[in-house]
């Protein structure tokens, strides 16, 4: 009995190291460039859009549930909190929202290449930036729009965001102004920073308002229009999210640096990443923030700023989302989509395909890989059996 249980023990200790730790994330190849990713609350999928006009949807799993073309470059996606529904806007003004089976609910067109995209916590309301901020509803019935004028130094919505039950909507312009309305379309307030606005987020209840920009100033506004705090940020905002309960911000800088802020108290942490920060998001309570730069490379850190890993994506990391707990999260760099289990740090799956091709790697034969190393295994418990008898 004792020979038996020293045999399992071998095998249960030699097995795991043969076979591989199991997988952290999956990727899959897009056939072009990523220029936005979204995931669900849960983690469950997520959406990449691309240069050449693909809106692929990629399970927890690593299973492509689907890949349909939007016509013309994706520019920006957005996945809704509930209802499951996938919104995809186009550098022509092309708007479609589908289902999470990937079938098309509506088509719409703006005016001006999609800039931004943003749901309500509900999906029953869908805001668009582009030449101007129009508003949607699930149905695609157009609420109300508005622009920022006739003249050309009006500017374009570079970015928006909508509260959570969907009543207020921000947006930032290219013009360097930051807009709170109502449903409506109500201008409820005004503020003008002192360059163009790259980045604009909103807390889940409308109170807390964050713009970030070319003027390296991080602004936070109270829902009645008061400036309650602007921080100087040393250099450009290329990328800027607010934490769901308004309690962190974070800010991705020219120059590499992620700053991490209390809207009511100043900065908190600081990283430096050595490239470009070119996305950011944080989890819905703070607990996890990460960030997408330059030089490709996707890292995440705890809400006390310690950095709890980095991967090589391999190409410039230009889009990012986080699950709502941070449990999940979405990336796109260069011509692959990937989505990780952020517990631990990075591992692929077994046969992950290669980056560098599209080609899935070929099933090893029994003869060789693991199957040779699980057939030395054998005849090393079956040695390690006659060894025990003899004795």
């Given at each position: 009995m004792r020979r038996t249980a020293l045999i399992i023990a071998l095998l249960a200790i030699m097995i795991p190291v043969v076979t591989g730790a199991e997988a952290t994330y999956h990727s899959v190849s897009t056939g072009s460039i990523v220029n936005d990713v979204a995931i669900t609350a849960d983690g469950r999928y997520m959406v990449a859009g691309t240069a050449e006009g693909r809106i692929i949807c990629l399970q927890q799993d690593g299973t492509v549930s689907w890949n349909v073309s939007a016509g013309s470059p994706v520019t920006t996606v957005a996945v809704a909190g509930a209802r499951d529904y996938i919104a995809a806007g186009t550098e022509t003004g092309d708007l479609l929202l589908l289902d999470s089976e990937g079938n098309t609910h509506w088509t719409r067109s703006?005016?001006?290449?999609?800039r931004g995209l943003a749901f309500s916590g509900d999906g029953l309301t869908l805001a668009v930036g582009s030449d101007r901020l129009t508003?949607?509803?699930?149905?695609?019935?157009?609420?109300?729009?508005?622009?920022?004028?006739?003249?050309a130094s009006a500017g374009t919505i570079s970015s928006v965001a909508l509260t959570q039950d969907g009543n207020y909507v921000v947006a930032g312009s290219d013009s360097g102004a930051v807009y709170y309305f109502g449903r409506r379309g109500n201008v409820i307030w005004?503020?003008?920073a002192h360059g163009p606005v790259t980045a604009v987020d909103v807390s889940r209840d409308g109170a807390v308002i964050a713009a970030g920009g070319q003027d390296r100033a991080l602004q936070i506004y109270r829902r009645a229009g008061i400036l309650s705090r602007a921080t100087p940020t040393g250099a450009p905002i290329l990328a800027l999210a607010l934490s769901g309960d308004g309690r962190f911000a974070v800010v991705g800088k020219e120059g590499g640096d992620l700053d991490c802020y209390r809207p009511d108290e100043g900065l908190l942490w600081k990283n430096r990443t050595g490239s470009d920060v070119l996305a950011v998001d944080i989890s819905r309570r703070g607990e996890a923030a990460a960030a997408g730069t330059a030089n490709?490379?996707?890292?995440?850190?705890?809400?006390g700023g310690e950095m709890r890993w980095s991967f090589d994506a391999g190409a410039l990391a230009g889009a990012i989302a986080l699950s709502d707990s941070g449990d999940y999260l979405a990336a796109g760099a260069g011509e692959r989509a990937f989505i990780f289990r952020t517990a631990d740090a990075p591992v692929p799956a077994a046969a992950e395909e290669p980056r560098e091709s599209t080609t899935p790697r070929p099933t090893p034969t029994l003869a060789s890989g693991e199957g040779a190393l699980i057939g030395l295994l054998a005849i090393g418990a079956a040695g390690v059996a006659c060894y025990l008898r003899r004795r």
């Open positions: 703006v005016r001006g290449p999609a508003l949607y509803d699930h149905r695609g019935e157009e609420g109300w729009n508005f622009s920022t004028g006739a003249r005004q503020a003008l490709g490379t996707v890292h995440l850190w705890n809400s």
